[in-house]
């Protein structure tokens, strides 16, 4: 099993970053608003949640630390 270490911003980031992408996901399947803020809303949450996948991945991979042996 890898060992991943993250300082506490950094751990942060990274729920936000999946927090924000499952709201959105979750406004634009759901019928609670109407259609417009909905749409809006969720893009807006998806797009976020897209936009910083790659610097959330980035920082969790560097972070792992080597396989004990």
Do not use: N, Y
């Not at 991943?4 to 942060?12: A, C, E």
């Not at 803020?37 to 792992?64: D, E, M, N, Q, W």
Request: hydrophobic share 55%; no cysteine; charged share 15%.
């Amino acid at each position: 099993m890898k060992k991943i270490v993250l300082s506490l911003p950094t751990f942060g980031f990274v729920v936000v970053t999946r927090a924000a992408l499952a709201a959105g996901i979750g406004l634009l399947l759901s019928r609670k608003l109407s259609d417009a803020h909905r749409k809006a809303i969720g893009a807006t949450l998806v797009s976020i949640g897209v936009a910083t996948t790659v610097p959330a991945a980035l920082a969790v991979f560097r972070r792992k630390e080597p396989a004990a042996a």
